[in-house]
């Protein structure tokens, strides 16, 4: 069985579409996690490779879910709400991942979480990530015993846009498209899409603003993302999102990490001073739209708002995931 496998990753694009050569699925919003099962034992790994088996006690009975003595599944670790969608707000409560991966921290065990499983890479002595996905898939369902702890995430061929209305209306974050099939690798491809309803960026921090008015300690956060070249572009300032209890461990925060040095590529615009801070932190950020904004006409987040901060993901894996559009991937005829 392999010991460490890098979770494939999905390509943003702009609308849904309709083809019988995908299948379509539901985007949960909660942490990725493969499951490694071995006997009655599971590990569970981030998609960085950091160990969350600590922090969710109650998914250690994933293997008496699975008929198989050995597997590693691919799936999603959420929070429900109490209209049963998965809800990021709920699991930051429910963190489970300490600073950088390597403290596991459980603050809210009052809050169950669910393992939904998409897919399955390995099982018995058989490497299932050359096969294709839908095949995989049927394998997978065959041997998962759905209960209320670990369920299957099930799939819809060809109706993509009405998976994505239905998801629209029951307030989800959007949907996931993949090729039939599609062959399991571990890095980002056309091969498998996402389509957002909200649209969230996870976000670098890299400084932050003076407070005004009755807020005390800083203003807002200034983000940013990393080009193709490796710059630390300027793409907006979170105010908002915040708690009087997140805004205080955020300065806690940020007063560990002051810089003397700018990090951005280019002077941050702010009608506020700016104080750098060491671009370590990762957060994610509900916004309304892409703008071109500011005297340098540059790309910034509309309406940023602060949803949590996110351990499981490098500051180096912030970068620019502008939404490529669905005739260049998805329509083209399949291989």
């Not at 951005?264 to 700016?274: A, L, P």
């Amino acid at each position: 069985m392999p010991h460490a496998i890098h979770p494939m990753l999905a390509t943003l694009i702009d609308q849904p579409f309709d083809d019988e050569d995908w299948l379509y699925e539901i985007k949960w919003d909660g942490y990725r996690a493969l499951a490694f099962l071995d006997g009655k034992s599971v590990r569970l790994v981030s998609r960085n490779q950091n160990d969350l088996t600590a922090a969710y006690p109650e998914l250690h009975a994933i293997p008496d879910c699975i008929q198989a003595r050995a597997a590693v599944l691919d799936g999603e670790i959420v929070a429900l709400d109490e209209h049963g969608r998965s809800s990021f707000s709920l699991m930051q409560q429910r963190t489970g991942v300490g600073e950088g991966g390597r403290r596991i921290r459980r603050t809210r065990d009052d809050i169950p979480v669910v393992y939904y499983v998409f897919d399955l890479l390995y099982a018995d002595g058989y490497d299932l990530m050359q096969a294709g996905l839908q095949e995989r898939k049927q394998l997978l369902a065959s041997i998962l015993a759905s209960n209320d702890l670990v369920r299957y995430s099930d799939h819809y061929l060809g109706n993509g846009i009405a998976l994505f209305e239905a998801a629209a209306q029951r307030g989800l974050e959007g949907i996931i498209a993949k090729r039939r099939r599609s062959c399991y690798v571990q890095k980002r491809s056309s091969e498998w899409l996402k389509i957002k309803i909200v649209r969230r960026q996870e976000c670098v921090i890299g400084g932050y603003t003076e407070p005004r008015g009755s807020r005390e300690s800083f203003g807002s956060i200034v983000l940013g993302l990393y080009d193709d070249q490796g710059r630390l572009i300027p793409v907006g300032q979170a105010g908002s999102g915040f708690t009087a209890e997140t805004h205080a461990a955020m300065w806690k925060r940020l007063q560990a990490l002051q810089a003397d040095r700018n990090p951005f590529f280019g002077k941050v615009e702010s009608d506020r001073r700016v104080y750098y801070a060491k671009p370590q932190l990762v957060a994610e950020i509900k916004f309304s739209d892409w703008t071109h904004a500011g005297q340098s006409g540059a790309v910034k987040m509309r309406a940023p708002v602060f949803q949590g901060l996110r351990f499981d993901k490098r500051a180096s894996e912030c970068k620019f995931e502008l939404a490529k559009a669905t005739s260049e991937l998805a329509r083209a005829k399949s291989r």
